[in-house]
Structure formats: C-alpha cells, structure tokens
C-alpha cells in the first residue's frame, strides 16, 4: 500500500497538462469518485488495524497534494480554478469597446454632410510657411494675427510656422489645380493661447471651399442652410451678419437659432435666441490670383469653422480642456453616439 501510494505521489508530480482539457482528465484519472485515489481509499479498509493511523495519513496526503497539484497545472494554463467545468457554449462576456472621441466624431458628421453635397476631403500639413497661411490669404504684412502672439514660428526669415487655421490647405489645393474645386478639409490649427476653459493652444477646424464659374452668394448660403439642418435638426433657422476675413469679400458670420431654447432666448444664447458658428464669405479675386486662378471666369465661397465650437453646440461641451484631459468618464459619455 505504501509503495502504491508512493508511486502515485510521483506520478502526479510529474504529470502535466497543456490545456484545461488535459487537466480536467487528470482529475477524473485521479480524483474522481472512479479515480486511483478513491480505489486506494476503497483499499484502506482491509489495511491491517496497527497501520491503518500511518497509511490513513499517507491517503490524505496523497489527496490533497493531487489537489494542488491539479491547481497548480490549472494556474500555469492561465485559467481559473472553475475554467474547466464551465460551459463553453455560453454566450461570451461582452467585450469593453473604446469610444469614439466626440471631436472625430462631430468631425466625422460635418465631413459627411458635405461629402454628400459632392466636396471631397483635402488636407495640408500643420506645420506650414507665412505664404499659405497668410500671404497667398491676403493678410497684410501688419496684421495682427501674424504677431508672435498669435502665431508659434517654429522659425523666422523665412517663416515656417504652426498654421494658425485650415484656410492654408485652400491655397495649397487651390495652386496646381483648375476648378471645379470642392474640397472639404479637417484638421488641427495651432495659436499663442493661454489655456482656460475657453481658448486652447491647439483645436480643430473644418474649412470648405467651392470655386467654379458662376458660383454665388446664394450657393453659399444654400449649402449652409442644408448644413446647419443636417447638423443641427430640420427646425435650425440660419442668420448671415455682414463681417470681415482678408480673404473674402463679402464676408459674414452665421448664427444658428439657440437649439436650447429654439430662439426665445435663454443664458445659453445670452437672451439673443442665435449662436454664432462660424465664418464664411465669396473668395476674394486677390486669392483666386494668387493661385493662379483667373478671377474674371471663376468665383468661389469659403467658409470654416470649428470642430469643438460645433460639439459645444451639439453636446454641451463647454470646456475646451475636457477634448484633450484623456478622462475615460467624459470619453464614455459619448458611448451611444458612437
Ligand atoms: N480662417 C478663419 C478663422 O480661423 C475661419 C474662416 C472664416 C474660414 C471665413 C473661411 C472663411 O474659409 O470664409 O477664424
């Protein structure tokens, strides 16, 4: 019996298993009500009555090291101890999905939108020369928003410079391409700004531009009529205010009705029933030059607007840092938009 219980011992020490299939069959080999163990357990009763205290303590010993021995080879399987025994028919535990970000996904809508008004997605690189994002523009040598304040250099004479918004990427679609030209471009945009809850040193904007002949005002505010509405909802009214970009002539402003309190005015629209979302105007023919494009046969509008601007609006996120903190709590909030 001793010799018995000895082999066995070392039987198992050396066992091993490669899945849990494996591990499942050693406990029915060994530890089941069928198995050698219980045989040897069975075996007990006719040991002889003076060994039975010596033997009777070798069994135990025998069991419970099979035991962790079996728990052991499970571990090393990287499965649990119930592993084995669970049914694997079952419907799998569901998998945690990461979320959209709400600016790809507010991105996402816009570009959508005009994509389905026939404008294709251009891009340009973020860091950028004074020409494109100022000069080719028709932002005089003097504007402001070419001061170091406004601007990161990244180098002086010549510039190279962190662009400082998406209308660079017009000029560079513009050069080297003949109309019809209807881009849409996304991207981030760079300026000298202290950070609070409503400037950031970087954000995102979405410029488009249609230059083609005959292109009006009224295309303009059309496509912006549709825009705001598949954004917005069917009920969004539009508004156009007289405004001024250097790079076109006219230039307006467009507010939305206050989706918060459909344009009774609330503090959201600080009483005014509108919000502003963004800038738009006829391209002026100095740019269309400037790109060798002939400003008698083509014209074109431009507009642009900001990606956080627009998910402020459709979400009610108003502080600009929560787009860049990385809180998995604020990202999961936008789970269902996803
Ligand atoms: N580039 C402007 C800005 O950063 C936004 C803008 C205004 C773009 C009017 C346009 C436009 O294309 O026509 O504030």
């Known amino acids: 019996m001793k010799t018995k219980i000895q082999t066995l011992r070392e039987e198992i020490a050396a066992a091993s298993a490669a899945s849990a299939e494996e591990v499942e069959a050693l406990r029915i080999k060994y530890l089941s009500k069928k198995g050698l163990?219980?045989?040897?357990?069975?075996?007990f009763r006719s040991v002889p009555a003076e060994q039975k205290r010596e033997i009777g303590q070798a069994l135990n010993e025998l069991k419970s090291y099979a035991q962790e021995r079996l728990a052991e080879l499970r571990d090393g399987l990287g499965?649990?101890?119930?592993?084995?025994?669970?049914?694997l028919s079952r419907t799998p535990a569901p998998m945690a999905l990461g979320t959209r970000h709400p600016l790809s996904l507010v991105r996402e809508q816009i570009v959508?939108?005009?994509?389905?008004?026939?404008?294709?997605i251009a891009e340009g690189p973020e860091i950028e020369d004074d020409w494109h994002v100022f000069e080719s523009l028709n932002f005089a040598p003097d504007h402001p928003a070419r001061d170091m304040q406004d601007t990161?250099?990244?180098?002086?004479?010549?510039?190279?410079?962190?662009?400082?918004?998406?209308?660079?990427?017009q000029t560079r679609t513009m050069v080297g391409s003949k109309p019809p030209i209807r881009i849409i471009c996304p991207g981030r945009v760079y300026r000298n700004e202290a950070i609070s809850a409503r400037a950031h040193c970087?954000?995102?904007?979405?410029?488009?531009?249609?230059?083609?002949?005959?292109?009006?005002f009224a295309d303009?505010?059309?496509a912006l009529l549709y825009f705001a509405r598949e954004m917005f909802g069917p009920e969004t009214q539009i508004r156009l205010r007289p405004s001024?970009?250097?790079?076109?002539?006219?230039?307006?402003?467009?507010?939305?009705?206050?989706?918060?309190?459909?344009?009774k005015g609330c503090s959201?629209?600080?009483?005014?029933?509108?919000?502003e979302i963004l800038g738009c105007g006829m391209v002026d023919p100095a740019v269309l030059e400037a790109c060798g494009i002939d400003s008698h046969e083509y014209t074109g509008f431009a507009l642009g607007m900001g990606i956080e601007r627009i998910t402020n609006l459709k979400y009610r996120v108003n502080d600009l840092r929560l787009f860049s903190e990385n809180d998995i709590r604020f990202l999961e909030e936008f789970t269902a938009a996803r």
């Not at 990161?152 to 990427?169: A, G, K």
């Not at 001024?244 to 344009?263: H, K, N, Q, R």
């Open 79 to 87: 499965c649990s101890a119930t592993a084995a025994l669970e049914d």
């Open 152 to 169: 990161f250099f990244i180098n002086r004479r010549p510039d190279v410079l962190l662009r400082t918004h998406t209308s660079s990427v």
């Open 202 to 216: 970087f954000f995102h904007q979405v410029e488009a531009l249609y230059v083609d002949r005959n292109v009006t």
């Open 37 to 43: 163990i219980s045989a040897l357990m069975n075996d």
């Open 244 to 263: 001024y970009f250097p790079f076109t002539e006219p230039s307006a402003e467009m507010d939305i009705s206050c989706g918060l309190c459909g344009g």
């Open 112 to 120: 959508d939108i005009f994509r389905r008004l026939g404008f294709t």
């Open 268 to 275: 959201f629209c600080k009483g005014t029933g509108w919000v």
């Open 220 to 222: 303009l505010r059309q």
